[in-house]
């Protein structure tokens, strides 16, 4: 099936620094791709909807300015984190979409647990 | 809008056991239903899926039916092994993924 990684897998950083996370897709094209938040023991919220070559769309309460994407390829997708503080510590997953409605299908990448200090 | 509901966990099993996970939904339309699997430190793995009203999805022992009338689409494994231990998330697509709570099974030897 269809790959989806992630990098960094795991960050650690002091509060006030930005963090980038990639996403890419290693063996198809991915027009839309998804950034997802997930807490501990919890379900995943999405954050926003990144499209090749447009602006993200974000999902109400979440902040554009503090989590930047960029979506500048086909198979590349990133989320930067902005004057990071521990309260954004969590595990950032990304997916992206595959196919054309209603058969699409997003597949996921590995996920980066961010700790903020 | 939509929305998922799944039976909260944890579950916790002996090998070979019967394996339930409720699912619920509520949606506008007529979205696609999922199942995803997160095994411990990892991302999201499809389970299986259902894209329309009784069909039925089915993957590794699996299978779930998507039930228009009850709207729901509950996981069954018949005989569960160890290495099914990880975290069950019921989600239904209709443009985006809507995901249920997530369910933690633990099965034990």
């Known amino acids: 099936g269809a790959v989806v990684s992630q990098h960094p897998s795991r960050v650690i950083c002091k509060s006030g620094t930005s963090v980038k996370i990639e996403c890419r897709s290693l063996?198809?094209?991915?027009?839309?791709m998804f950034w997802y938040r997930q807490f501990p023991k919890q379900s995943l919220m999405l954050m926003a909807t990144s499209n090749e070559g447009s602006k993200a769309t974000y999902e109400q309460g979440v902040e554009k300015d503090k989590f930047l994407i960029n979506h500048a390829s086909l198979t590349l997708s990133t989320l930067t984190v902005t004057s990071a503080h521990p309260e954004d510590s969590s595990f950032y997953i990304c997916?992206?979409?595959?196919?054309?409605?209603?058969?699409?299908?997003?597949?996921f990448g590995p996920g980066t647990r961010l700790t903020v200090l | 809008g939509n929305s998922v509901t799944q039976m909260e966990g944890p579950v916790t099993l002996s090998e070979e056991a019967f394996l339930t996970i409720n699912c619920t939904y509520t949606a506008t339309g007529y979205p696609s239903l999922f199942w995803y699997v997160q095994y411990p430190g990892e991302g999201l793995q499809l389970l299986l899926k259902?894209?329309?009203?009784?069909d039925k999805g089915s993957n590794k022992g699996f299978e779930a039916t998507y039930r228009k009338e009850t709207t729901s689409f509950h996981l069954e494994k018949g005989s569960v092994q160890v290495s099914d231990s990880a975290v069950y998330f019921c989600a239904l697509n209709d443009y985006k993924l809507s995901f249920g709570a997530g369910t933690t099974v633990t099965v034990r030897a």
């Open positions: 997916s992206a979409l595959t196919g054309t409605s209603p058969n699409n299908e997003q597949f």
């Open positions: 063996d198809f094209q991915a027009t839309t």
């Open positions: 259902a894209t329309k009203a009784d």
